[in-house]
């Protein structure tokens, strides 16, 4: 099955795609998987191509223009009427050339349509404005990375291991682009969409290649590749990005068997607090009191709130915050816009319960579990 990865490319489109100068001003890098080459390939391909017709065409032309230019005193030829050899020629030919073209495009586009069957099995879930990728084994990744402004998920990967993604939006459509790979797929809500790659192995001799924890035992290289979102999703559209990090497959079983969250013996504001990260509350809440795309998590419990139609609570409460979960539209606080969805159907009572728990930790109340009381009446 790994030549069935390694068959996405042949070795003429990878010698296209590397050609050098003019493949590093276009693309900047060389592709980083098979499925990129090949699409590099026939795009260098295209491109010779039309350099090439369009030198011959032009110099012909000017060539024409010179010799068959009509001079004083001499009678013009009369045009031929047809020429089936030449005709025949300028049809055949190009027609051939674009068989050529479309087989090897539907060839990679087959290919890189259809995963090897020992392929690593993900599940990539798009909402406004964070990528989630959930693993094998039921782990969530939490680390996150400051880049810019924002902090960016970082997801591992192993290295030259078969990669499937199975992919979801929660709201909006979205479109999953790892420009180092060439190939992009949208990403919609209540439809599952696939992609599939293999990062290439590791290379110290390439620039891009870091090493992380470097002088100690526990040293490995790795790879970044940005992850980003390629379809206008709304505010943050552009800062929906995200971290594919390649590594050692010894060092991507070890990470994750890190990422596994026990709950057990854990206080309900540190359970609270994994899923403020892993449901993705981290892309538009901060929990240090800065201003986000949504209120603050520092400090909101018993706080009163102001909302977009004029309207206000006295305080944050269980109520509020639950509704303010699974109905979002239901009170928007003044000052942020209607663009949080609904979370019904992906968190459990528990889960809410955990995260009211972790609010009131950050406001430095007791974070014991809600009075029943609390639950009756409407919010």
Not at 133 to 155: A, C, D, K, M, W
Not at 337 to 342: H, K, L, V
Request: proline share 6%; charged share 20%; with cysteine.
């Amino acid at each position: 099955m790994m030549q069935h990865s390694n068959a996405l490319g042949n070795p003429f489109s990878s010698l296209l795609a590397q050609v050098g100068p003019i493949q590093q001003l276009i693309f900047g890098e060389n592709a980083s998987s098979a499925a990129g080459r090949s699409s590099d390939g026939l795009f260098m391909f295209i491109l010779w191509l039309s350099v090439f017709f369009f030198v011959v065409l032009m110099g012909l032309s000017v060539y024409f223009c010179i010799v068959y230019r009509r001079r004083p005193g001499v009678t013009a030829q009369r045009t031929a009427t047809h020429n089936t050899a030449l005709e025949l020629t300028w049809s055949v030919v190009p027609l051939l050339i674009l068989v050529v073209i479309f087989f090897w495009g539907f060839d990679g586009f087959a290919k890189s349509r259809i995963a090897p069957g020992e392929a690593e099995q993900l599940i990539l879930t798009a909402q406004k404005w964070e990528w989630t990728l959930q693993y094998p084994n039921g782990v969530t990744s939490t680390e996150r990375e400051l880049r810019g402004s924002r902090t960016q998920p970082i997801f591992y990967v192993p290295e030259n291991k078969p990669i499937q993604l199975r992919m979801i939006s929660s709201d909006v459509i979205h479109s999953f682009w790892v420009p180092d790979f060439r190939i992009k797929r949208d990403v919609f809500p209540n439809r599952y969409t696939s992609f599939w790659f293999q990062p290439e192995p590791l290379d110290l001799s390439d620039s891009r290649v870091k090493i992380a924890g470097e002088g100690t035992a526990d040293q490995y290289p790795y790879l970044d590749h940005m992850i980003m979102c390629a379809e206008y999703c709304g505010d943050l559209h552009s800062d929906m990005l995200g971290v594919l990090r390649v590594v050692p497959e010894s060092v991507y079983i070890k990470w994750l068997a890190s990422q596994a969250f026990d709950p057990e013996g854990k206080m309900p504001w540190e359970i609270g607090q994994y899923l403020y990260v892993a449901k993705g509350c981290v892309a538009c809440h901060t929990t240090d009191g800065t201003s986000g795309t949504g209120p603050t998590w520092t400090k909101v419990w018993g706080q009163k709130h102001l909302f977009a139609d004029g309207s206000s609570v006295d305080q944050v409460d269980e109520n509020y915050i639950r509704e303010s979960i699974l109905d979002p539209a239901a009170k928007v606080v003044a000052g942020f816009p209607n663009q949080m969805t609904s979370y019904q159907g992906q968190v459990t009572e528990e889960d809410i319960n955990n995260m009211i728990a972790y609010m009131k930790h950050l406001a430095g109340v007791d974070t014991a579990p809600a009075d029943e009381s609390s639950e009756e009446g409407g919010s």
